[in-house]
């Protein structure tokens, strides 16, 4: 008779730590790194999945009580900085900023006006086009969600000194840098 494996312990061993995950350094490599260094950067990189964590949380709670999806809130924020830089925000720079196709961005935009968070307008000096802009309703409810959000994580920044702002954006910069999808590519066959 096999016997049963032992049940996970949720406070146990991080997953993210190498000694768990790959015991024998066949991908990460800590040779030069105590026992203590090693616990301190799974520390770090557990902050860093528990930030992502936050973040999606707080972005979703965002997105339902607005009753948004994540493109369409990345058109208010879009919209909204374009407002406040005294810029017209237009159909077409914000299919350019999305990514997306006009169809898609009429499609949004349609969605958007019939629940009342923009107004499409003439467009102050081009008859072609037409000016989005975010209704005040919606802007004030933006402000008390997403800008409440980010009011907190930029003072978060703002109480580091300014070397230690110099520290963590080179990190994350390192951290941007090891994105490489070509390494999820299926092989060949």
Same mark, same amino acid.
């Given at each position: 008779?096999v016997p049963?494996p032992?049940?996970?312990d949720?406070?146990?061993?991080? *997953?993210?730590?190498?000694?768990v995950?790959?015991?024998r350094?066949?991908?990460?490599? #800590?040779? %030069?790194?105590?026992?203590?260094?090693v616990d301190q950067?799974v #520390?770090?990189?557990?902050g860093l &999945?528990d930030?992502? !964590?936050?973040? &999606?949380?707080m972005?979703?709670a965002?997105?339902r @009580? *607005?009753?948004? %999806?994540?493109?369409? *809130?990345?058109?208010l &924020?879009?919209?909204?900085?374009?407002? @406040?830089? =005294?810029e017209?925000?237009?159909? =077409?720079?914000?299919?350019?900023?999305?990514g997306?196709?006009?169809?898609s961005?009429?499609?949004?935009?349609?969605?958007?006006a019939d629940? %009342?968070?923009?107004?499409r307008?003439p467009?102050?000096?081009?008859?072609?086009?037409?000016?989005v802009?975010?209704t !005040?309703?919606? #802007?004030?409810?933006?402000?008390?969600?997403v800008?409440r959000?980010?009011a907190? #994580?930029?003072?978060?920044?703002?109480?580091? /000194?300014?070397? !230690? &702002?110099?520290?963590? *954006?080179?990190?994350?910069?390192?951290?941007?840098?090891?994105? /490489?999808?070509?390494d999820?590519?299926?092989?060949? !066959?």
């Open positions: 008779m049963e032992e049940p996970i949720p406070s146990g061993p991080s *997953m993210l730590d190498p000694r995950l790959d015991p350094q066949e991908i990460v490599q #800590r040779s %030069g790194l105590d026992e203590q260094e950067v #520390r770090v990189l557990q &999945r930030w992502r !964590e936050a973040e &999606r949380r972005s979703e965002s997105r @009580y *607005m009753k948004l %999806g994540e493109t369409d *809130m990345r058109t &924020r879009f919209v909204i900085a374009a407002q @406040y830089r =005294g017209t925000a237009t159909p =077409g720079a914000i299919a350019a900023h999305l997306i196709t006009s169809a961005t009429t499609k949004m935009l349609d969605r958007l629940a %009342g968070h923009i107004r307008l467009h102050p000096t081009d008859r072609r086009s037409l000016a802009e975010v !005040e309703e919606t #802007r004030q409810i933006a402000l008390k969600s800008g959000d980010h907190h #994580r930029f003072e978060a920044a703002a109480r580091l /000194n300014p070397e !230690e &702002r110099e520290v963590v *954006m080179r990190f994350l910069g390192e951290l941007t840098a090891t994105e /490489n999808p070509g999820l590519e299926a092989p060949e !066959e």
